[in-house]
């Protein structure tokens, strides 16, 4: 019976260990189709069209961020930022960017400002709703090399 009953907890060990550190959902403009994954890049397109770029800016003394935004477009209010761990999506932060003026928001940052993140910017602000949006802007950052970082549509 003993190897059956150390099968039997192996087993339940495996199981436990999939479940609580399974991969994490990828989130971004793919969809399903029969048995193909497709990426849209209609956003990014939208975003080369206006010309659109940016400069992130962290302020880790006081756990701000700024943006540098320019193109030919009409400046929203507020932007949202979203912040993705590469590993862990429970550490992801989405920032809500205010405008202080033309072309130029700062937001509070709650995440930490160490390591590397994935940075999605986008004039939707429900996080949900990130494929309603008309335009986004991607980077990445590693604090360990500096504090700031260009944003950019996504190339094909």
């Known amino acids: 019976?003993?190897?059956?009953?150390?099968?039997?907890?192996?087993?339940?060990?495996m199981v436990s260990?999939?479940?609580?550190?399974?991969?994490?959902?990828?989130?971004?403009t793919y969809y399903k189709d029969s048995r193909m994954?497709?990426?849209?890049?209609?956003?990014?397109?939208r975003a080369r069209e206006l010309?659109?770029?940016?400069?992130?800016?962290?302020s880790p003394e006081d756990k701000?961020?700024?943006?540098?935004?320019?193109?030919?477009?009409?400046?929203?209010?507020k932007l949202l930022l979203t912040l993705s761990h590469p590993v862990e999506a429970d550490l992801d932060e989405h920032v809500v960017?205010?405008?202080v003026s033309i072309g130029r928001y700062r937001g509070a940052v709650q995440?930490?400002?160490?390591?590397r993140w994935y940075l999605l910017v986008m004039p939707e602000l429900d996080p949900e709703q990130f494929r309603d949006a008309q335009w986004r802007l991607k980077g990445e950052i590693n604090f360990a090399i500096g504090n700031g970082?260009?944003?950019?549509?996504?190339?094909?």
Do not use: C, N, W
């Open 1 to 13: 019976m003993a190897p059956l009953i150390l099968v039997v907890v192996v087993s339940l060990t």
């Open 17 to 28: 260990i999939a479940v609580r550190y399974g991969d994490d959902v990828v989130s971004d």
């Open 37 to 45: 994954y497709h990426y849209s890049a209609e956003q990014d397109e």
């Open 51 to 58: 010309g659109l770029a940016g400069v992130l800016l962290f």
């Open 64 to 77: 701000t961020v700024s943006l540098d935004l320019r193109g030919q477009i009409e400046y929203p209010e």
């Open 97 to 99: 960017l205010e405008q």
């Open 111 to 115: 995440a930490p400002l160490q390591h």
């Open 149 to 156: 970082v260009p944003l950019k549509p996504i190339e094909q």
